[in-house]
């Protein structure tokens, strides 16, 4: 009789394992469905890619547009329109010496070595003639730089005016050489006086 009873006992206890292992895969199951529905209610977008777009574009629905249209806010900073000027504007040209200019300078023991660039708004026949004269400006502009003395160019108000002494000796030579000068202002992109 004992061993009737421990059977008995055994088959009740499997049932109920397997039934709870059944309760908790579709406990599990369950709430993986409803994490997963959460998740697209929150994350799913109803508009199309198409009619997504448009609303960023437009940055309101037409019932926001409407209700701006007829009361804008007064404390809001509203828009002006600039003007557009009715003048031509000239695109400028620059052009870089290839390699920086090394001199004396006047009554001194140091020397200044120069990188030159020349800026105009004609067209590019004008930086042409600079280019194929290249040599022959250096040279004027070696002179010019070499004329000018240490204190001369110690301040800014000095290589200003050797800017323009460096602008008029290229534009000379130009004339000379060419029967048209154009260049307008001169740069220095590297001046170092040692």
Known sequence: MT???????????RGRGLLKALGLLLLGALLLGAGFGAGFFYF???????????RLIEHATPEAQEQQAEAPDENAPQKVPRPTPDQ?????????????????????????????GLS???????????????????????AVVGSF????????????????????????????????GGIESVFFPSFILQ
Not at 3 to 11: E, L, P, Q
Not at 122 to 138: C, S, T
Not at 159 to 166: E, K, P, T
């Open 88 to 116: 031509e504007t000239f695109v400028t040209s620059y052009y870089e010496f290839k390699e920086p200019l090394t001199t004396n300078l006047r009554a001194s023991r140091r020397f200044l070595q120069v990188g030159i």
């Open 44 to 54: 799913a977008n109803p508009l199309s890619p198409n009619k997504d777009v448009m």
């Open 3 to 13: 061993d009737a009873t421990a059977i008995i006992d055994r088959k009740p206890r």
């Open 149 to 180: 003395s240490e204190e001369e160019l110690q301040d800014k108000a000095g290589r200003d005016r050797l800017a323009i002494a460096v602008r008029d000796a290229v534009n000379a030579r130009l004339v000379t050489l060419e029967g048209f």
């Open 120 to 142: 105009t708004q004609y067209d590019q026949k004008v930086m042409d003639n600079v280019a194929r004269n290249e040599i022959a400006l250096r040279s004027d502009v070696l």
